[in-house]
């Protein structure tokens, strides 16, 4: 079915749009085509980009300017670290609003822009149950992105998995304890938001006589690799790679 077609037997379709962690080279074909054809795309502006464009917007800019004018910024708050606070469910809500606005208006296809994939700890899951409930028809579609970690992998040319191997990705949030039960089971563990337990960590690498890669604005010009036990500290979204044991090439085939 044509994409015109479809749009006229499902006249509201929300799309969750991965656009990549930073670089706009690595936005997809698929996600430049549906950004192109949805009549606004959400964006979320937080504290840090404040009047100017955040990262999933700058993306969007770099990689389709033409799309400029149907761009809408809705405000998130990035200060809470956990739970379901006022702040995060009024910006659920926001982008819910606007989205359901738009489509009241005449609008047949809105876009939600997000870092990484839509699939992968992005609010956009919130934002298309919000919707659902407003509107029955909606159709969702997801467009997947190249995440953090497969960009941190490729950085710093360290393979996620081989052969057999058993790959885990851990939020840290609250404690690395999590993480070391995860790590029981898992060949390589990528973590992320792991600035906060930064310390923790390292010292954890340091007793056990091993170390891993952390990644700092991956995939933007001031993209920092470094070793976890040469840093200090770190921000919040710090991802971190800590690569599986091999011994040799094609050892776990």
Request: proline share 6%.
């Amino acid at each position: 079915m044509s994409e015109s077609a479809e749009h006229a037997t499902n006249p509201h379709i929300l799309f969750g749009i991965g656009v990549g962690p930073g670089d706009p080279e690595l936005i997809t074909v698929k996600a430049v085509n549906a950004l192109r054809g949805c009549d606004a795309i959400l964006v979320p502006a937080t504290e840090a980009s404040g009047s100017d464009s955040g990262r999933a917007e700058t993306i969007v800019l770099a990689a389709c300017p033409e799309v400029a004018d149907k761009i809408v910024r809705i405000p998130f708050s990035m200060a809470d670290r956990t739970g379901v606070t006022k702040r995060r469910a009024d910006s659920w809500q926001a982008s819910a609003d606007q989205a359901v606005a738009s489509f009241n208006e005449g609008a047949t296809a809105i876009g939600f822009a997000t870092i990484g994939d839509p699939s992968v700890y992005s609010t956009f899951s919130y934002l298309a149950s919000s919707v659902r409930e407003q509107i029955a028809d909606v159709q969702v579609e997801v467009i997947p992105g190249i995440t953090a970690m497969q960009a941190l992998a490729a950085a710093s040319r360290t393979p996620l998995v081989e052969g057999d191997e058993i790959l885990a990705l851990v939020p840290l949030k609250k404690s690395i304890q999590p993480l070391l039960k995860v790590a029981e089971a898992a060949d390589t563990c990528v973590i992320y938001k792991a600035g906060r337990h930064l310390p923790e960590l390292k010292d954890h690498l340091a007793e056990i006589g091993e170390d891993a890669i952390a990644g700092i604005n991956i995939g933007l010009p001031n993209e920092q690799l470094s070793q976890v036990s040469e840093l200090e500290n770190a921000p919040y979204f710090t991802s971190v790679l800590w690569p599986a044991k091999r011994s040799g090439r094609g050892q776990r085939l």
